[in-house]
């Protein structure tokens, strides 16, 4: 076993409803090694179900609370400025790693720090900005 196939896989809760924005990001994290497990969900009423552990998602041990979020500010439905707000006032998660999907020039950007995304990636995601912002939270060595 190599030193890379011993470190333990992080969960990351992708949270992005088009598929289009979802595959460049997949693929960012896929060239960065086997250390990431993306679970995806398109809403942020399932982000919430998968966050609160509810159907479908209550076996952790298929869902995995996660490591880090990645999240798009624009979903159907609840947005993602209002889910931020929500994982944000849970305290188990007040402190988990958020990462926001942003097209460049994002009027929201602003209102997302305030509710405390750490970081932002432009689309489409590329696997050097991402190690660059995994490394500077914790969750990536080169």
Do not use: C
């Not at 994290?29 to 497990?37: A, M």
């Not at 998660?93 to 209102?111: C, E, M, Q, S, V």
């Amino acid at each position: 076993m190599t030193q890379l196939q011993a470190r333990q896989q992080q969960t990351v809760l992708v949270i992005e409803d088009e598929a289009s924005d979802r595959f460049p990001l997949e693929r960012a994290f896929h060239q960065l090694g086997p250390e990431f497990s993306l679970q995806v969900v398109e809403t942020g009423q399932a982000a919430v179900a998968y966050l609160e552990g509810k159907a479908p998602y209550s076996d952790r041990s298929q869902f995995p609370l996660p490591a880090l979020i990645v999240l798009d500010l624009r979903l159907p439905g609840m947005s993602g400025l209002d889910l931020l707000k929500w994982i944000r006032e849970q305290s188990q998660f007040k402190d988990l790693p958020i990462i926001t999907l942003t097209a460049y020039g994002n009027r929201d950007l602003p209102r997302a720090y305030e509710l405390g995304i750490n970081f932002y990636l432009l689309k489409p995601a590329e696997a050097d900005s991402l190690a660059e912002i995994l490394q500077a939270i914790g969750l990536y060595q080169r």
